[in-house]
């Protein structure tokens, strides 16, 4: 992927069913916080994926325009999650959740990346190497702090499992063009014949980004 | 209006909100002179000026080039305060304050405090020897050399510079023995002084003086105010903090509230797109909640918890903000203390019950066991959607043991860890200053005892066995070993067994309550016993000897700390 043309703007870049969460998001504005990272030479933002869930079977979660996904499938895993650097390109990767915990648990390596990186202050030598999950120059992967404080960062959303998902886990030709071959779509449909029910009584409902902070899922850092 | 409070505003960007606050300045009566940068393009400052032309009660200073940190600053300062001085000859305090700030109390309020303390200086001024004022960067060496280039700028010259005056020791001569004195930009000072400043004989020099030091805004008025002032109160009336990384914060909408508790009169550093903070604050109508003068800045206090975000803390929990790495990463630990069993269920097979209801700690099983996750009370998943799947556990230990601690920091945890458990949590244990591991010395022979009972094959389980302990001896024996480690020997559990219960009741919870019962011990002595000389007969090196069962005066009760044994 690759953006032309945008030079030093920031470029929010999140898919469909992400919904961007950042820290004071239900009182500012996002230009209060590109101005804030502005200020503090802050180049790019680090978000991790957290997959939305409903109560109850996914086929069942319909979607109908102008309700909030979010509402529909409230509840996500708070505390699964495992943080690793990737060498080569500096960035976070991290897995877990309820991907991994259902369709790879048998094969939990293969669990998807749920690091992303969405706000960025775009350049001209910049682009994305993996979705938003690496970007280079290598150093915008670097959303963290190393010294054990703790840089602003936020979460997305994501909407994923709601009844769209069947549909498109049956489509195999659609699910090919996923991620290595819609691997995790296949896991799926072999799972789809047992009740596919990412819910247990352990899942968190999602309140607020202040409930997202308190969990250690995002940060507001210096930021308040 | 009685009393008359003049403001300087130094300004350079954003001059729309600059308008709006003259103009609320000036609808109370106070006299404003803005200094406006140079650098700001001509047409934002002839909008600005035109704006406030017809109002009488503002004045333009000639625009300089006051850059950061530089003494165009205070020479701005000067010029608008000589306007103020000869304009408005009724104003009795002069308040600088920036195109940023606003009034957190009604422009009346001020007046009225200012009034009754007539000849009373406000001006934050710390004497840079007694004390720490700065928080990041240069003190006592501001006032020591010279800076004549910039840092935002020119970063390198400016890192060049003052490391050859280091080393060439440079000290520069102070004009009249002056006392550097440091604090807040925004001050609050009264006519007399400012008037003494600047008909100062002695001004030239100091001009000169001050023209190289760094950062003069942050001490010419701080040092003069203390050479001309009758009564100085050393601090500023006007409310701003830096954050960690050296930025004022901004403020927000959502800060109304906290900047309405204030004991300040002004605020700075307001986000310019922050209508609302604006709007209500610059409403002429606005009154402040009354707080006592006296009380503790609650403002402050709301913003130090950012601060400590933003300080190296050892959390117990990673985020997409927060990844330590090498000596960080080394000495980054669990969220909170837990103990770590290794051995005593082998002696004690209920021991998992027993602490459950002698202690209010939380006590797992085998949590790295290798047929699966033994969670407390058998739960399929743990707080936090931890799945006790075995797979997911050994993917990634250590993050498995940091969430586990994590998602239940309100309490104490407390599992079992054997030599037949995944060896792979050792690292994670090990290295971390929280675990507090109470380790029973070959305990592999029990293991292997109870094995021999199952009618498992022997010889070579004992090989694996023995081999096991010795990696574990390795990784303790590893200088980045930072668990506190309680060692017994075997012997010292079968001759007297409630010294090793009360050590772990006395770990695994702050209260010492008195045994109530002991948990069964299963493994009798004339079987450990004979156990032991079937293995050195089958060629086993062992530490642990033939125990007598006479309870003698036992040796090492494990109190010594860190008892290491490679």
């Known amino acids: 992927m690759s953006v032309k043309g945008c030079r030093f703007f920031w470029i929010l870049c999140v898919d469909v069913d992400e919904f961007f969460v950042y820290p004071h998001c239900d009182t500012r504005s996002l230009d209060a916080l590109t101005d804030w990272l502005d200020a503090s030479s802050i180049r790019s933002f680090g978000t991790m994926l957290l997959d939305m869930y409903p109560k109850g079977e996914i086929q069942d979660a319909k979607c109908s325009e102008g309700e909030d996904p979010i509402e529909i499938a409230p509840y996500f895993d708070a505390g699964n999650y495992s943080y690793s650097l990737n060498a080569k390109y500096k960035n976070l990767w991290i897995q877990g959740g309820p991907r991994q915990r259902v369709f790879f648990a048998e094969k939990p390596s293969f669990g998807p990346a749920l690091n992303k990186i969405p706000l960025v202050k775009w350049g001209r030598a910049n682009m994305f190497v993996s979705s938003t999950h690496v970007i280079l120059p290598r150093s915008l992967n670097v959303v963290y702090a190393t010294d054990g404080s703790q840089i602003i960062s936020g ?21 090919s063009q996923h991620y290595a071959g819609g691997r995790e779509y296949k896991y799926y449909e072999k799972l789809s014949n047992v009740e596919a029910n990412l819910f247990t009584p352990q899942s968190t409902k999602y309140q607020n980004w202040q409930q997202l902070r308190d969990l250690g899922l995002m940060s507001s850092g210096g930021w308040a | 209006m009685t009393y008359s409070v003049g403001y300087v505003i130094l300004a350079h960007e954003h001059l729309r909100r600059v308008k709006q606050l003259a103009n609320y300045l000036t609808t109370t009566n106070c006299p404003v002179v803005i200094h406006i940068d140079q650098r700001t393009p001509r047409t934002e400052f002839n909008e600005l000026a035109t704006a406030l032309n017809s109002n009488p009660l503002v004045r333009f200073t000639p625009r300089r080039k006051t850059e950061w940190g530089c003494i165009e600053l205070v020479n701005a300062s000067l010029d608008s305060v ?24 009604s422009a009346q309020e001020l007046s009225d405090f200012l009034s009754t303390r007539q000849g009373t200086d406000f001006i934050e001024s710390v004497s840079v020897e007694n004390e720490e004022w700065v928080q990041d960067g240069l003190s006592v060496e501001r ?80 040092t003069l105010a203390r050479k001309h002032s009758d009564r100085l109160e050393s601090r500023s009336l006007t409310w701003s903090k830096f954050d960690a990384d050296g930025k004022p914060f901004l403020l927000y909408d959502d800060h109304l509230d906290v ?45 130090n918890n950012a601060h400590s975000v933003r300080r190296p803390e050892r959390s117990g929990k990673v985020n997409p903000g927060r990844f ?151 990784v303790i024996a590893r200088a980045s070993t930072e668990a506190y480690l309680t060692v017994f020997s075997l012997q010292d559990i079968f001759q007297n067994p409630t010294v090793l219960l009360r050590k772990i009741q006395e770990t695994v919870s702050d209260e010492t309550v008195s045994l109530v019962s002991t948990p069964t011990q299963e493994v009798g002595l004339d079987q450990l016993n004979a156990v032991i000389l079937h293995l050195r ?28 044994d490679g």
Not at chain 2, 287 to 295: D, E, G, M, W
């Open chain 1, 155 to 175: 979460c997305l959303l994501h909407a994923k499992f709601l009844d769209t998902f069947v549909d498109l886990a049956k489509d195999k030709e659609l699910c």
């Open chain 2, 324 to 474: 330590p790495t090498g000596q960080f990463a080394k000495f980054d630990k669990t969220a909170r203390k837990y103990t770590v069993l290794m051995g005593p269920r082998l002696v004690f097979p209920e021991l998992q019950s027993w602490i459950s209801q002698n202690t209010k700690t939380l006590c797992h099983g085998n949590l790295f066991a290798k047929d699966g996750v033994d969670f407390a009370e058998e739960a399929d998943t743990f707080d936090g959607k931890i799945s006790n799947n075995r797979l997911i556990r050994n993917y990634r230990a250590s993050a498995f043991l940091a969430n586990v601690i994590w998602n239940r920091r309100d309490v104490e945890h407390a599992f079992f860890f054997d030599i037949g458990d995944n060896q792979k949590a050792h690292d994670a244990i090990f290295k971390d200053a929280n675990a507090h591991v109470i380790l029973i010395k070959e305990a592999w022979i029990l293991h292997y005892l109870k094995l021999q009972k199952a009618g498992a094959d022997t010889r070579s389980k004992a090989k694996l066995l023995h081999a096991s302990e010795q990696r574990l001896n390795r």
């Open chain 2, 143 to 222: 006032f020591k050399m010279f800076f004549p280039f910039s840092w935002k700028t020119q970063r390198r010259l400016f890192e060049c510079t003052t490391w050859i005056q280091r080393k060439l020791r440079i000290n520069r001569r102070r004009p009249d023995n002056l006392i550097p004195h440091l604090g807040s930009q925004w001050w609050c000072l009264t006519r007399e002084t400012l008037a003494k400043i600047m008909n100062d004989p002695r001004r030239s020099a100091y001009d000169r003086y001050f023209s190289k030091t760094w950062i003069p805004d942050e001490s010419y008025f701080q």
């Open chain 2, 82 to 105: 000589g306007v103020m001085l000869a304009e408005f000859p009724k104003v009795g305090h002069v308040m600088l304050s920036s195109g940023s700030c606003l009034p957190c109390k």
């Open chain 2, 259 to 303: 900047v309405g508790k204030s004991t300040c009169f002004m605020v700075r550093k307001v986000w310019p797109k922050a209508n609302k903070l604006y709007q209500t604050l610059l409403d002429i109508d606005y009154q402040a909640p009354v707080v006592a003068l006296s009380a503790e800045d609650t403002t402050t206090n709301f913003f």
């Open chain 2, 537 to 564: 007969n089958e060629g086993f090196k062992l530490e642990t000897d033939i125990i007598s069962s006479s309870i003698g005066p036992h040796g090492d009760t494990g109190q010594k700390p860190r008892l290491v």
